[in-house]
């Protein structure tokens, strides 16, 4: 009775109902193939950002991932990875139940909160983890002001 007043549970329970017919079906895997949308923003690789003073540091989580098939770029104060996860063939001759893993290309843009020396950037992958040290120009290091009185 309240759905079709309250758009917030109307919405809610469309989404839960079952399509009505095949068509439905059809414009649902569409819009959302295999539970995932293609034009939200790629959050792959995950990664953690720090920042202190002197340099920022991104850790990237690249698991199964080769060093050479991942390339590292910096372009107007972003840092642009991007690379492909292959699948390997003597694997596709297999009889697979079930494939979780991703595999193929991928690109992810992070901004920077500040600019950075590009000649220092230095990057090591070990375990599956990519490490990117980004020392900060002297300029965007800031400092502190005293204040008279």
């Given at each position: ?9 109307k919405?809610r329970?469309e ?24 034009f939200?923003?790629?959050h792959?690789?995950a990664?953690?950002?720090?920042e202190?003073?002197n ?7 690249l698991?199964?991932?080769d ?8 372009q107007?104060?972003n ?5 492909e ?10 009889n697979f139940h ?19 020396e590009?000649k ?7 375990n599956?983890?990519l ?6 120009k ?12």
């Amino acid at each position: 009775m309240f759905r079709r007043f309250l758009p917030a549970l109307k919405r809610r329970s469309e989404e839960l109902q079952r399509p009505a017919d095949i068509f439905d079906l059809m414009e649902a895997f569409w819009k959302d193939p295999f539970g995932v949308d293609l034009f939200k923003e790629s959050h792959f690789p995950a990664i953690n950002m720090s920042e202190n003073e002197n340099e920022i540091k991104i850790e990237a989580e690249l698991p199964g991932m080769d060093p050479k098939d991942i390339e590292l770029t910096l372009q107007n104060n972003n840092l642009i990875i991007k690379g492909e996860k292959k699948f390997k063939e003597e694997k596709s001759k297999d009889n697979f139940h079930r494939i979780e893993c991703s595999y193929g290309s991928f690109y992810r843009s992070i901004p920077l909160p500040a600019e950075v020396e590009e000649k220092d950037i230095s990057a090591r992958f070990k375990n599956g983890i990519l490490e990117i040290k980004l020392p900060k120009k002297e300029g965007a290091k800031g400092r502190t002001i005293p204040i008279e009185g």
